[in-house]
């Protein structure tokens, strides 16, 4: 697969030189790196949330939506610029009356990614709204419903049906 039919944000470079964390297991140092730092990014998110919406009585969970979604933008593309991640761009095509064309995604792709952003933006304000009345316990709770919930409407809309390990791990999350 080339660099242009890669379809998921990838790092750069050769990703079978890096070595498992420990014989026999498939966790890399850059994997266990990602999903720390995302663990990290994610509990700092919620406290920042909670304390701004709830301690502060900041009245408006839609600017910090807007805000946050402009700094996670920003920071992908500061990460691509610095070659440390690499994502598809728009390359040889007019954009934009033709403005710096290797910056923007294509049109398809917005096209057929809005359904899944709009329910995003949807689910993110939902959840910046609930985190102002509930604790946080309870609010990360409520969050870990929702692969559920998805699986099962998955199941009833399109009949996609998951594998018992990918069942048995959402469970233990779940439980």
Not at 40 to 54: D, G, I, R, Y
Not at 64 to 78: D, F, K, N
Not at 141 to 159: A, D, P, Q
């Amino acid at each position: 697969m080339g660099e242009r039919d890669r379809i998921l944000p990838m790092a750069v470079g050769d990703v079978n030189k890096d070595e498992p964390l420990w014989k026999g297991d498939g966790m890399t140092r850059r994997g266990a790196t990602a999903a720390i730092t995302y663990m990290t990014c994610a509990v700092l998110l919620v406290m920042f949330n909670k304390a701004v919406l709830s301690s502060y009585n900041f009245p408006c969970a839609n600017v910090i939506t807007l805000l946050q979604m402009i700094t996670s933008t920003t920071v992908l593309y500061a990460l691509k610029s610095w070659n440390m991640i690499s994502f598809r761009t728009v390359e040889g095509r007019n954009t934009l009356a033709d403005m710096s064309s290797k910056l923007f995604i294509p049109l398809e792709t917005y096209i057929r990614t809005s359904p899944l952003s709009v329910a995003y933006l949807l689910y993110m304000i939902m959840g910046m709204a609930s985190i102002r009345g509930v604790s946080v316990p309870m609010y990360t709770t409520l969050r870990r419903t929702t692969v559920v919930f998805t699986m099962i409407f998955e199941y009833i809309l399109s009949g996609n049906k998951h594998s018992p390990t990918i069942i048995a791990r959402v469970s233990s999350v779940w439980a």
